[in-house]
């Protein structure tokens, strides 16, 4: 059994005109399906608008689709009683791409990262204490943070404080939304890093949204790509996707830019 | 930290100076029973309209009350009562605006469509038709002021909670499993709170006012209470021989309504928040 199971997902965006008599539809996903193994990572490839995000909000539970059915563990989970679901959300955690606006600008670090532990685990201030120095150690921060508030970090160690907090409570999946697209490079290869090590330590699964084909390929196993809400194609390898005739995927590779000018036309 | 202290009085002098007023006058509204020199309801025609002297520093109005230990009584009643004004609308409007701003729908469409229909009509024209229909006297025309001050608060805490609710972290925090109660407790109403505080001491200035053309109408405060706008009123006969008797209530409401109202837009001006 897959870890998660998307199964024929649909979903479309009603946008209500008040002097219209028909509301216009615009379809965001539609008919997806794919499944993602435990310990794998999935990778999502889609230029913006391709229905990317919306596909990472139905799958966290926040956007009831409007057909098809998302099976997480085996369990629907909009379909599920209410502890099954509080049981689920445990394992499905998340990292947002703008890590600004992901973390309450009035909390510290230290609440920040609890908060997930607070809602799940009964453990003591000093355990709890210990719990987070020791998550803030595991994404190469330190206990000197604690007591720091969001506008005290940069972008980087902001994001690797929301790293902390989705993997507080050891989930199974994480949906990487976007997370390392507002980073310049060398952040974002560290934090790539660490997200790869983070899956082997954890056993974690990854979905990982994102329009960066390079961030892509460095830590997915499979890669699907996305365009105009429909999933064009599932590639198991780089090789697959760049032997790839779709026009889609023909695109995304002539964006690429090459290491130098002179290279401009690598992959044609 | 003396010098930090210094450079915050050179840079705020405006929230300063009216913080430093509004101490004061707080002060005595709390401590007025031990500041008076006489008893402010005292009457004792025989000293009556007397002008200052050391017995009476502001002089005695038509019964031969001491019109200084009014004046000192009057800030308990106004200040005292703007403040449960304020903090009452401030209760109602948080939970109707958050519940507004947060459920949606038709929640949101009822409650604010009654608050429209509230905001119609000019506050003091409805509070003249609530006590009205309730009957002069204190109790009513604060509950009348209540009814038309929430509405404020309402609006503008349903338009910050709309913009919260798309904020990334309530999303992260009811991923990671926290109720709606938490939600509101952590991350909503924290995050309110600061604004409604500078808008708070922009409408406290109204609520002033407010109250005391209540009292001046004679709806409000009932003789023999000392209160600044019932003292307008009382003292309005004698406007041609002792203007005094209007002047001294009058100076005092106007002290501190713009005393608020400067403090409301320095601290407005000083976190970049919009008013009404």
């Known amino acids: 059994m897959s870890l998660l199971q998307v199964n024929r997902v649909n979903h479309s965006y009603n946008s209500k005109r008040f002097f219209k008599w028909k509301d216009q539809m615009n379809k965001a996903l539609s008919d997806i399906s794919f499944s993602i193994e435990e310990g794998k990572c999935v990778g999502l490839l889609g230029t913006s608008g391709a229905g990317k995000s919306t596909l990472g909000k139905v799958i966290l539970g926040i956007q009831r689709p409007q057909q098809g059915q998302i099976l997480f563990q085996g ?35 230290e609440r920040i990262i609890s908060e997930p532990l607070e809602n799940y685990e009964k453990l003591t201030v000093g355990e709890r204490r210990k719990t987070v120095i020791s998550l803030l150690e595991r994404v190469d921060l330190s206990e000197k943070d604690l007591k720091k508030y969001p506008h005290q970090f940069s972008g980087g160690q902001l994001q690797r404080i929301n790293i902390a907090r989705a993997i507080s409570l050891k989930p199974k999946l994480i949906v990487l939304d976007e997370s390392v697209s507002s980073v310049d490079m060398v952040t974002q290869s560290l934090i790539l890093d660490l997200l ?6 954890f056993g974690l699964s990854y979905l990982f949204i994102t329009h960066d084909i390079k961030a892509a390929f460095s830590i997915s196993d499979t890669i699907g790509v ?16 760049f032997s790839s005739k779709h026009p889609v995927v023909m695109q995304m590779k002539d964006s690429i830019l090459a290491e130098h000018p002179r290279f401009r036309s690598i992959f044609n | 930290m003396i010098a930090k202290i210094r450079s915050i009085l050179k840079s ?18 709390i401590f007025a029973p031990w500041l008076v020199p006489n008893d402010p309801t005292f009457v004792n025609l025989a000293v009556k309209l007397q002008s200052p002297s050391l017995d009476y520093p502001l002089g005695t109005d038509h019964l031969g009350r001491c019109t200084f230990s009014r004046i000192l009584y009057g800030a308990r009643i106004s200040l005292g009562f703007a403040i449960l004004i304020f903090i009452s609308s401030l209760s109602i409007g948080l939970i109707v605006g958050i519940i507004a ?13 009654f608050g429209d ?6 506050n003091l024209l409805l509070v003249l038709g609530l006590v009205g229909i309730w009957g002069a006297g204190l109790k009513q025309v604060i509950l009348a002021l209540i009814f038309v001050q929430w509405v404020y608060y309402a609006r503008v805490i349903r338009g910050m909670v709309l913009s919260l609710k798309e904020q990334n972290y309530i999303t992260a925090a009811r991923i990671s499993g926290s109720s709606q109660w938490t939600i509101m407790k952590k991350h909503v109403i924290p995050n309110v709170l600061p ?15 407010d109250l005391s053309s209540m009292s001046f109408l004679g709806l409000g405060v009932q003789p023999p209470t000392p209160e600044w706008g019932a003292m307008i009123h009382e003292g309005k006969s004698y406007i041609r021989t002792n203007p005094e008797l209007m002047l001294y209530p009058g100076l005092m409401i106007m002290l501190v309504v713009i005393t608020f ?5 320095a601290l407005s001006e000083r976190f970049g928040i919009k008013r009404r």
Request: net charge neutral; hydrophobic share 45%.
């Open chain 1, 75 to 109: 369990h629907d989970i909009y379909n599920a009683d209410k502890r099954t679901r509080q049981m689920l959300r445990r394992d499905l955690q998340v990292v947002f791409q703008d890590s600004y606006s992901a973390v309450n600008p009035r909390m510290t670090a």
């Open chain 1, 196 to 201: 790869k090590g983070l899956k082997e330590d």
């Open chain 1, 226 to 241: 996305l365009e105009k809400g429909e999933l064009i194609q599932m590639y198991d390898s780089k090789d697959q996707f």
């Open chain 2, 12 to 29: 705020e002098k405006v929230i300063v100076l009216c913080s430093v007023i509004l101490c004061v006058l707080l002060f005595i509204a």
């Open chain 2, 101 to 113: 701003g947060y459920r949606g729908g038709w929640v949101d469409q009822l409650l604010m469509r």
């Open chain 2, 117 to 122: 229909g509230v905001m119609a009509f000019p």
């Open chain 2, 195 to 209: 604004p409604l505080a500078v808008m708070g001491t922009l409408e406290m200035g109204w609520a002033i006012m």
């Open chain 2, 261 to 265: 109202n400067l403090l409301g837009e």
